[in-house]
């Protein structure tokens, strides 16, 4: 019990007065909190957690006090609700995926940064395993993360964005200019422009029939040539590669059936009406790292070139024979590229 006592230099006993719970806790049956999304490799008194509540109470306490111990705790400590993965050790780099998204997409950086950094990597509000279950607007998610990034007590950090995950990391650069040490921010744009075709009825029964059988068969040539390269996977990869389908399956079609309609209309507000953030990037001080693929539609690579003229301290690159995947296509070389940046740089 010695080891579970302090939450934020507050004593699991003091909690327990200010709750109005007057049992003892001194008994095998006392009182115990469970954290959840501990690290593994944490020793037992350091805790990452996305919320608490009291697993067992003394017989005396109702069910009915339970509940209401658990929301009191979540006000006094204003716990995230987001779902994240941590892993790795070293300079914090927090990872915002994109829509349709989680951030199991995002492991084609996190599986290889956290070989020498810090990763969180949340499932933003309403995407993943973090749930919604009303409409809100997109400065939620800013809430949400700093929340988060408090519990962490994660001061400092660099921000990798993808797509939308690029968008609400320029935003949360705004807000907390003093917390970010940089900003990777990857086929995303502060006035995000988009040149997609009109989608045809051919188009989405090609992508149905794609995206069911490499599914189940992950990477088969023969669905690639045959449905995928005249699927609407045209327009969001160039390199119809068996790799690129196995990201396609594994983790892009979950996180699009996992993807809320609250989160799809408040980005969809957003974009209505008309987002556009060029003027305040003056603003931003951190070094900045801007990435695009050649050929995406879904956020041209024109306004991410827009986006870093507008920063001050900003380095673009644009990949030939990409799309908005891009970092599914060529994951190497973007790897090695993020890495190079941050080493040049000396962000952290």
Known sequence: ???????????????????????SIDTADSTLVKYTHRRQDAPLGRFNFSYLYFISLESAVSENRVTLIKKKIKFMFQLSPLHFQHKGEGFPILCLH???????????????LSQNFQIIAPDLRG??????????????????????????????YLILGWSLGGIIGMELALRNPQQIAGLILIGTAAKPRSNHPPISWQDN??????????????????????FG??????????????????YLAKEAVPAY?????????????????GYNKLADLSQIESPCLLLAGE??????????????????????????????????????????????????????
């Open 1 to 23: 019990m010695a080891e579970l006592a302090n939450i934020r230099g507050v004593t699991l006993v003091e909690l327990i007065e200010k709750l109005g719970i007057k049992k």
């Open 98 to 112: 994109g829509h349709p998204g989680s951030s199991q997409c995002m492991s084609v950086f996190t599986n290889s």
């Open 127 to 156: 995407y993943g395993k973090s749930s919604a279950k009303t409409n809100f607007e997109m400065t939620q998610h800013l809430i949400d993360l700093e929340t988060l990034l408090e519990q962490l007590q994660i001061s400092r």
């Open 205 to 226: 029964l090609y992508t149905g029939l794609a995206g069911i059988i490499n599914y189940f068969l992950p990477g088969w040539q023969w669905n690639i040539d045959t």
């Open 229 to 246: 390269k005249r699927s609407l996977f045209r327009y969001l990869i160039q390199r119809h590669t068996p790799a690129t389908y196995q």
């Open 257 to 273: 059936w996992q993807t809320s309609r609250f989160a799809t209309r408040a980005l969809n507000k957003a974009l209505r009406a």
């Open 295 to 348: 050929s995406d539609r879904h956020i041209t690579p024109e306004s991410s070139q827009e986006t870093a003229v507008h920063l001050k301290n900003a380095a673009w690159q644009c990949y030939a024979n990409t799309a908005h995947l891009f970092p599914w296509e060529i994951p190497h070389q973007v790897l090695t590229d993020i890495e190079n940046w941050i080493e040049l740089t000396r962000v952290c």
